[in-house]
């Protein structure tokens, strides 16, 4: 079975970094994209970053841009997402995902595969 596995979540002070991974696996498991989505206690799920296997190209939500890198490690179906200069309203759940189509269907929250989300605390 399909499945995400995210890591990397945890605690820091504003202007800190932290990273995000997150790994495809599973025998039926495929993607032409991965990104990160996040939501904070109270708000709207937000797209934060995408990364398109064929080509590398990447895109990022306004408020993060700048600040985070999306990155893929093709042979370990593997994206990362390193947040630097963090501020306590990054301060959310945030959850991977991939699609096997398209980055666009990820960035508009479509995707065929979730995960179960880690959480990012960003203390002032």
């Known amino acids: 079975q399909a499945q995400l596995i995210e890591s990397g979540g945890g605690l820091v002070q504003a202007g800190g970094s932290l990273r995000l991974s997150c790994q495809g696996s599973?025998?039926?498991?495929?993607?032409?994209?991965m990104g990160w989505f996040r939501q904070a206690l109270g708000k709207a799920r937000e797209f934060v970053a995408a990364y398109s296997w064929s080509d590398g190209n990447t895109s990022y939500g306004d408020s993060v841009k700048g600040r985070f890198t999306i990155s893929g490690d093709n042979a370990e179906n593997t994206v990362y997402l390193q947040m630097n200069s963090l501020e306590p309203e990054d301060t959310a759940v945030y959850y991977c995902a991939a699609d096997r189509h398209s980055a666009y269907r990820v960035m508009v929250g479509l995707a065929n595969y979730w995960g179960q989300g880690t959480q990012v605390t960003i203390s002032s």
């Open positions: 599973g025998r039926t498991f495929s993607s032409a994209a």
